[in-house]
């Protein structure tokens, strides 16, 4: 059964940084191409970006608001997917979900608040 | 980007009557390999969002009979033949054939 584990959500002040971790278990990680959904608060569902599987080259693809401010990054060896935020801003506050695939279970996201 | 639009924003309905919501995608979501890339969601209250749907008609594993999808290109629909209480939350649909995979704004849906 797929088991998607996010956290290291938390407070932050606009301008900070923050990373997230998605630790997968259940399915063959590093075959997955990973994503990362946010939803602000009240709000609807918003694609944040993917990484590729090793094999398939371990690129990355983002959203066009991400604007260089964040990175997916992965580590096969510890089943985990990273999301490094950086230059945080108030409209990044959001619960941030993993996706291991668009039919498999989603984690309970980690929540994400900017705010000084 | 490929705009999806849902129909209506909120759905009000009687336990054991339909249910039908609409969602249009500004292009067409046919690839190539004959597939259709449109995915429907249900989001429960304080959950994450769960599969219904995938493919434009698949039912995923689980997910009850009352549930069903159709359409093709453009044009989608959620139908669900006789709504239940464990039905409410917002259904969202999604489009998976071009990046970035973009979401409808969702559909709220409450029994009377």
């Known amino acids: 059964e797929v088991q998607l584990v996010e956290s290291g959500g938390g407070l932050v002040k606009p301008g900070e940084s923050l990373r997230l971790s998605c630790a997968a278990a259940?399915?063959?990680?590093?075959?997955?191409?990973m994503t990362w959904v946010r939803q602000g608060p009240g709000k609807g569902l918003e694609w944040v970006g993917r990484?590729?599987?090793?094999?398939?080259?371990?690129?990355?693809d983002y959203a066009a608001f991400v604007k260089g401010r964040f990175i997916i990054s992965r580590d096969d060896s510890q089943n985990t997917v990273y999301l490094q935020m950086t230059s945080l801003k108030s409209e990044d506050t959001a619960v941030y979900y993993c996706v291991s695939s668009w039919t498999a279970p989603w984690g309970q996201g980690t929540l994400v608040t900017v705010s000084s | 980007d490929i705009v999806m639009t849902q129909t209506p924003l909120s759905l009000s309905v009687t336990p054991g009557q339909p249910a039908s919501i609409s969602c249009k995608s500004s292009?067409?979501?046919?690839?190539?390999?004959?597939?259709?890339?449109l995915y429907w969601y249900l989001q429960k209250p304080g959950q994450p969002p769960q599969v219904l749907i995938y493919?434009?008609?698949n039912r995923f594993s689980g997910v009850p009979e009352r549930f069903s999808g159709s359409g093709s290109g453009t044009d989608f629909t959620l139908k669900i033949s006789r709504v239940e209480a464990e039905d409410v939350g917002v259904y969202y649909c999604m489009q998976s054939i071009q990046l970035p995979r973009t979401f409808g704004q969702g559909t709220k849906v409450e029994i009377k």
């Open positions: 493919e434009v008609s």
């Open positions: 259940g399915f063959t990680f590093s075959k997955a191409w």
């Open positions: 990484i590729r599987s090793k094999s398939d080259g371990g690129t990355t």
């Open positions: 292009q067409s979501l046919l690839h190539s390999d004959g597939k259709t890339y």
